[in-house]
């Protein structure tokens, strides 16, 4: 009796886990059945294609996931990423040395955050339309940069290794990736910038009048997150070995979609950089696996769509339980 | 002759029987006014008369028949409430906004020249000097008041409550409203009217209902009362009752305002101080000014003219963090919305303004962080199944805690509370008036704003009373109620008390 009884609490227990985490019940589910399906797809190899191609979508995003820790919204991270990423090929093909052109780039990402963040907090503008407009300010200096060309031509050796190396058969894009994740990840959860951050977000009010200057850390966020999106440019030019104007403007729904999906790992609504590489991996896995099986790209855009709502519908019908 | 009633009405909230047994009677044609102190239930007798609670026990009769309403909808046709939140949509014209849900329309087409007829000659049958046909937000606080009530009048009910109508009206405005509520009268509407300016209530009754902790009183003539009954009727007897002891040890000023006022604030020439050891009351109504001056402090607001030092150091500020880093904190009025970030635990919530002295390297340290957050949880007896809890699972009284226990180790000069007590069960508000009385008696200075004049009178050493933004009374112990209450009202001739 006594043994039954905590039989069926392990199995309520294991419900509501899986309820809770629906979004990693979802990751195992496709990746146990991409295993068996799709030939190959297990293999270390593909294993390792899987986190480079999610790399770069992983780095920009998690710019954005600071964004909504402080409770703004980010909507020109993308274009940020594709001014960066002409201007420093740009800079690279008339023979600027490759270190400064990258401190160039990222400091005129951190400019777009810099702008961002003071139209928000002096002026009181709201971030949606700020970075919007922005964003679009990032754009029009991309085709008045490029006209409308991609820029090819010869890069050095070492630029291109940022994009193209390995270290110990590891991609160095992955390992960017993962100090990435895991500053990130760090900042957030153990130090006491991070800590405010989460305050900001959570109640701007209480937080500044428990004397935490919510300002700057609305301002921080904003930087960070364009000055990721910069470096993603960078890293996306050192990858191709040429640029071209709209090459990082898918970024905005994909980076979104992530985090919007890491918002539904732990609690609902919470956004966390651990939350958004799991939003990635999903993404990435079902990519690959649906490529390896030959399926096509609309295909993969639908099964996209209804994975992120299924995740979402089990998270919150969980949360809503647990409420009533 | 009555057309509504009520029998043993009583209303119960978690830890609060907000109206006891309350036997009420509204006739046919009449105007009835309801006085009593904020908490004596007024609201929450229009509230279970509306439908929007329910009540726990008791019967209402409308026209000698039990009815139950269900929801505010369900009461709509019978019973109007003009409330002082305005229920418009901003950007509509006054036109949208009375018909919005009734539009006349023919195959889904708007028929506007006849729904601008119908809406001007509503108000000029009432003589309502509302623009119809500007957006509602262009419109003075005064005016959408107005409108709100020809939008309840629209219905055409046979009862109409007005619940403090007058807060934010002109004097113009309000003649008008009164002259409105007396046209009503005359068609037979019967009227509750409710408001906290006792002249007005005299002057426009028929007959007025005292309530006093969620109990009636009396229900009078109201040609038969005078000001002076209506005070003595609104305050209990029993003052000093239920609060703690506290041992006075008044020091030293601390904290000294001089002709004070603001860039952005209409607050006029503040004048006060705070001495160590000492609980400041500030009286007032709702309206008066009194959490704005606090904030305005305590924010950092830029002074028009004036000075104000702490501890005999000039007190300057240009936000929160700077009155802090001084020695002044805050806990707000509005816990929820400004006093916790609900997001996160309650050990969370507890250590934030501490967080960055606890941890100089910028590194969280959690033991640090752990240990301090339990002896806070320790020193108050704040109710916690543990550190990591959400806070907003905890009751008001215990978040209200947390709200407070965050600012402990900042040893503070000058503790500001803003209604401390409010909404928080009966238990829980002693205790934290023992809080309150320890870092009174630890040197603190206390500026302590309430809208509950026992509480104030009961544990305050002095007491100032706001009206109209500025300070217009001070006194000393023993408080008579009956003058401060006056004063609230703005009631001329009180004298500063020294």
Avoid at chain 1, 272 to 281: H, I, N, Q, R, S
Avoid at chain 2, 182 to 206: C, F, M, N, Q
Wanted: net charge neutral; charged share 20%; aromatic share 8%.
């Amino acid at each position: 009796m006594a043994e039954e009884v905590w039989k069926m609490q392990n199995r309520i227990r294991l419900v509501g886990f899986f309820m809770r985490y629906g979004t990693i019940l979802a990751l195992l589910v496709l990746f146990v059945s991409f295993t068996f399906l799709v030939p190959g797809f297990i293999d270390p190899e593909n294993l390792m294609n899987i986190l480079r191609q999610i790399a770069l979508l992983l780095i920009i995003a998690e710019g954005f996931t600071m964004v909504l820790i402080i409770g703004e919204l980010d909507l020109s991270f993308a274009n940020v990423a594709s001014l960066a990423s002409v201007l420093v090929a740009g800079l690279i093909i008339r023979e600027i040395p490759f270190g400064i052109a990258i401190l160039i780039t990222l400091l005129v990402g951190a400019a777009f955050g810099l702008v961002n963040g003071l139209l928000v907090t002096k002026i009181g503008i709201s971030s949606l339309i700020t970075t919007l407009a922005t964003g679009i300010i990032a754009s029009g200096l991309v085709y008045l940069y490029t006209k409308g060309v991609s820029f090819y031509g010869n890069m050095p050796e070492g630029f291109l290794y940022l994009g193209r190396g390995e270290i110990l058969g590891i991609p160095f894009l992955v390992l960017i990736m993962l100090v990435v994740l895991l500053s990130a990840h760090f900042l957030i959860t153990r130090t006491v910038t991070g800590t405010y951050m989460q305050a900001t977000g959570g109640n701007p009010v209480a937080a500044y009048l428990a004397g935490i200057p919510t300002a700057s850390y609305k301002l921080l966020g904003l930087i960070i997150c364009s000055t990721l999106a910069a470096f993603t440019g960078v890293l996306l030019t050192s990858r191709l070995g040429a640029a071209n104007p709209e090459g990082a403007s898918g970024f905005l729904m994909e980076g979104f979609a992530i985090v919007l999906l890491g918002q539904t790992v732990f609690t609902l609504g919470q956004t966390t950089p651990v939350g958004t590489f799991v939003g990635a991996l999903i993404i990435g896995i079902i990519n690959n696996g649906l490529t390896l099986l030959g399926a096509q790209y609309y295909v993969q855009d639908i099964v996209k769509g209804l994975i992120m709502i299924l995740s979402v519908v089990i998270s919150s019908l969980y949360s809503k339980r647990e409420r009533g | 002759m009555e057309i509504l009633r009520t029998e043993k009405l009583t209303k119960d909230f978690p830890g609060v029987r907000a109206l006891d047994q309350v036997d009420f009677s509204l006739r046919k044609g009449e105007i009835h006014g309801i006085v009593g102190e904020n908490g004596a239930g007024k609201s929450t007798l229009v509230k279970v008369l509306s439908g929007v609670h329910q009540p726990s026990g008791g019967e209402i009769y409308l026209e000698n028949e039990r009815i139950a309403f269900h929801s505010p909808r369900d009461a709509m046709s019978y019973i109007g409430v003009v409330h002082q939140e305005r229920e418009l949509v901003p950007s509509f014209t006054g036109i949208q906004n009375l018909f919005l849900g009734q539009e006349i329309a023919a195959q889904g087409f708007l028929k506007k020249t006849r729904m601008r007829q119908i809406a001007e000659e509503f108000a000029k049958r009432f003589e309502l000097p509302v623009e119809l046909d500007v957006p509602t937000n262009r419109l003075s606080s005064g005016k959408q008041e107005l409108l709100t009530t020809l939008k309840v009048l629209f219905r055409d009910p046979p009862i109409l409550i007005f619940d403090e109508p007058t807060a934010s009206l002109s004097d113009q405005e309000s003649k008008a409203l009164f002259n409105l509520i007396r046209t009503l009268k005359e068609r037979g509407v019967s009227i509750l009217y409710i408001s906290h300016h006792l002249p007005e209530v005299i002057a426009l009754s028929d007959r007025i209902t005292v309530l006093r902790n969620g109990k009636k009183v009396i229900t009078e003539e109201a040609c038969k009362l005078q000001e002076k009954d209506l005070i003595r009727f609104m305050i209990a007897k029993d003052l000093a009752e239920q609060y703690p002891k506290r041992e006075l040890t008044v020091g030293t000023p601390v904290f000294q305002v001089e002709d004070v006022s603001f860039e952005s604030f209409p607050h006029r020439n503040i004048r006060f101080h705070v001495c160590s050891g000492e609980i400041v009351g500030f009286a007032g109504l709702v309206g008066s000014g009194r959490t704005e001056l606090a904030k305005a402090i305590f924010t950092g607001m830029p002074l028009k003219q004036g000075s104000i030092s702490l501890l005999g150091k000039k007190f300057e500020s240009k936000s929160p963090r700077d009155s802090i880093q001084q020695g002044m904190v805050m806990i707000p009025e509005n816990r929820r919305a400004e006093g916790i970030v609900s997001s996160f635990s309650v050990g969370e919530n507890l250590v934030l303004p501490s967080l960055s002295d606890l941890c100089p390297l910028g590194l969280r340290r959690t033991g640090a962080i752990q240990s301090l957050g339990s002896k806070i949880i320790q020193q108050l007896s704040i109710k916690v199944v543990s550190l990591n809890q959400k806070v907003t699972k905890l009751s008001g009284g215990n978040q209200q805690k947390v709200s407070l226990g965050k600012w402990l180790e900042k040893h503070a000069t000058l503790w500001i509370f803003d209604e401390p007590t409010q909404g928080i069960d009966v238990e829980t508000k002693s205790e934290i008036y023992t809080i309150i009385g320890n870092l009174a008696s630890k040197g603190g200075g206390i500026w302590f704003i309430s809208s509950d004049l026992r509480e104030l009178a009961a544990i305050c050493d002095r007491i100032y009373v706001m009206y109209d933004y500025a300070i217009v009374a001070e006194f000393q112990r023993p408080f008579d109620p009956e003058q401060i209450l006056k004063a609230m009202h703005g009631g001329r001739g009180v004298e500063n008390a020294k």
